[in-house]
């Protein structure tokens, strides 16, 4: 099974900064990398799939990068809305997994 | 606009079945390009992938939990289940349904807003 390790698991930021986590396949997943937004009480949301492609509708403030093993996601400017949990996930090979989560929070 | 919502019983004693359904709307759970998924994410943890079904009642487990867990699909209704088996207070959790594209990047592109399933005497 291939499993993804998230970094840092929570981290603190203020409204405008731009910040930027990471996740780690213990195997190759070539760009099979997604990445969502959790917040509590609502449906989780697709951010970025292939890793590095925008839904429809996903503000482009949001970015990703990576193959292979190491992967980021990138916020260029935190707007309120965006202070939530945020998960990688592989669709590269079953069982699909998912990392532990970074929880973002307000400074 | 599609829409799921899980719902189920939020208690669960132990040892006993965790039955929960997945309603479909604003779209056919019978569309082809899609698969029909259960996660869970017990508190505190990450998310966890429990189950797959297709349209046509194909499904892929995961095998960490493959011998306790069925999915099943309903076309007619358009909605599709999960059953757990022998619940322990290891398997409370928020139980999430998902669509899944089927295409060369497969992602979970809607959610339902998840439900909170306690096992506890």
């Known amino acids: 099974d291939i499993q993804m390790t998230q970094s840092p698991s929570s981290l603190s930021a203020s409204v405008g900064d731009r910040v930027t986590i990471t996740c780690r396949a213990s195997q190759s997943v070539s760009t099979y990398l997604n990445w969502y937004q959790l917040k509590p009480g609502k449906a989780p949301k697709l951010l970025i799939y292939a890793a590095s492609s925008l839904p429809s509708g996903v503000p482009s403030r949001f970015s990703g990068s990576g193959s292979g093993t190491d992967f980021t996601l990138t916020i260029s400017s935190l707007q309120p809305e965006d202070f939530a949990s945020y998960f990688c996930q592989q669709s590269y090979s079953t069982p699909y997994s998912f990392g532990q989560g970074t929880k973002l929070e307000i400074k | 606009q599609l829409q799921l919502q899980e719902s189920g019983p939020g208690l669960v004693k132990p040892s006993k079945t965790l039955s929960l359904t997945c309603v479909v709307s604003?779209?056919?759970?019978?569309?082809?390009?899609?698969?029909w998924d259960w996660i869970r994410q017990p508190p505190g943890k990450g998310l966890e992938w429990i189950a797959s079904?297709?349209?046509?009642?194909?499904?892929y487990y995961n095998p960490s939990l493959k011998s306790r867990v069925t999915i099943s699909v309903d076309t007619s209704t358009n909605q599709f289940s999960l059953k757990l088996t022998s619940v322990t207070a290891a398997d409370t959790a928020i139980h999430y349904c998902?669509?899944?594209?089927?295409?060369?990047?497969?992602?979970?592109?809607?959610w339902g807003p998840g439900t909170l399933v306690t096992v506890s005497s």
């Open positions: 998902a669509r899944r594209s089927s295409g060369h990047y497969e992602a979970y592109d809607y």
């Open positions: 079904i297709y349209y046509s009642g194909h499904t």
């Open positions: 604003g779209g056919s759970i019978s569309d082809s390009n899609y698969y």
